[in-house]
Every structure is written in structure tokens, then in C-alpha cells.
């Protein structure tokens, strides 16, 4: 992938992931984190198990980043963007299905 591409998908990434990775960690650890979301037999969540992996993401240099992470990137990137034209009256409970999905996948819509 060329590299404008792969600053232009840093960028938006980073835009999207609006949670550092401290509160990312935090919300993963919470048993609110690992009710929400689309799980399949019982196992993890699809959001929570790319809440880990934006984790992993945060913590690698830029220069290491594979193509299989810029990919997991913009799909973070579609998913917030996505969901956050949804919500209606969720956007306001801090405690909604809604926000704790963001938060899983690294974007917490109370600190836009």
C-alpha cells in the first residue's frame, strides 16, 4: 500500500480512536465492556476482541505497523464513523448499548 495511503489512514485512525489507551484498557477491563456487542457462541465479543487489537496497534511503532493493521484500522475507522450517525436518545445515557459498543472499538462519543 502506498504511503499516502497509509498516513491518511493513521490519521482518520486516530481521529476515530479518540480514548487513550489507559481509558481503553479501563473500559475493557469493566464487565460493561464484554456485555455489549455481537459475540458467537458464548465467546467475544467481535468489538471488544478489536478493542485489544487497537490496543496492540497503539502500542507498536508506526514504522512496524503491517498491512493487516492498517486494515484493521480503517475498519475501526468505517465502524465509528458508521455508528455514530446512529444513537438518537442513547447519545445522551452514559450507560446505553450504544456508547459502550463505540467504546469498545477505542471512541467514547461523551468526548466529542
Same mark, same amino acid.
Given at each position: &500500500?502506498?504511503?499516502?495511503?497509509?498516513? *491518511?489512514?493513521?490519521?482518520?485512525?486516530?481521529?476515530?480512536?479518540? &480514548?487513550?489507551? *489507559? =481509558?481503553?484498557?479501563?473500559?475493557?477491563?469493566?464487565? *460493561?465492556?464484554?456485555?455489549?456487542?455481537?459475540?458467537?457462541?458464548? =465467546?467475544?465479543?467481535?468489538?471488544?476482541?478489536?478493542?485489544?487489537?487497537?490496543? *496492540?496497534?497503539?502500542?507498536?511503532?508506526?514504522?512496524?505497523?503491517?498491512?493487516?493493521?492498517?486494515?484493521? &484500522?480503517?475498519?475501526?475507522?468505517?465502524?465509528?464513523?458508521?455508528?455514530?450517525?446512529?444513537?438518537?436518545?442513547?447519545?445522551?445515557?452514559?450507560?446505553?448499548?450504544?456508547?459502550?459498543?463505540? &467504546?469498545?472499538?477505542?471512541?467514547?462519543?461523551?468526548?466529542?
Amino acid at each position: &500500500m502506498a504511503d499516502d495511503d497509509h498516513a *491518511a489512514t493513521w490519521s482518520d485512525f486516530n481521529e476515530a480512536v479518540n &480514548m487513550t489507551p *489507559a =481509558a481503553l484498557r479501563k473500559h475493557l477491563d469493566g464487565a *460493561a465492556s464484554q456485555e455489549v456487542g455481537q459475540k458467537k457462541d458464548g =465467546a467475544e465479543s467481535t468489538g471488544h476482541a478489536m478493542g485489544r487489537r487497537i490496543l *496492540a496497534i497503539k502500542d507498536t511503532k508506526k514504522a512496524d505497523l503491517t498491512d493487516d493493521d492498517y486494515a484493521a &484500522m480503517r475498519k475501526v475507522v468505517g465502524y465509528v464513523h458508521r455508528h455514530l450517525k446512529q444513537g438518537g436518545d442513547a447519545r445522551k445515557d452514559p450507560d446505553s448499548p450504544w456508547r459502550l459498543s463505540l &467504546m469498545n472499538w477505542g471512541h467514547d462519543p461523551h468526548k466529542d
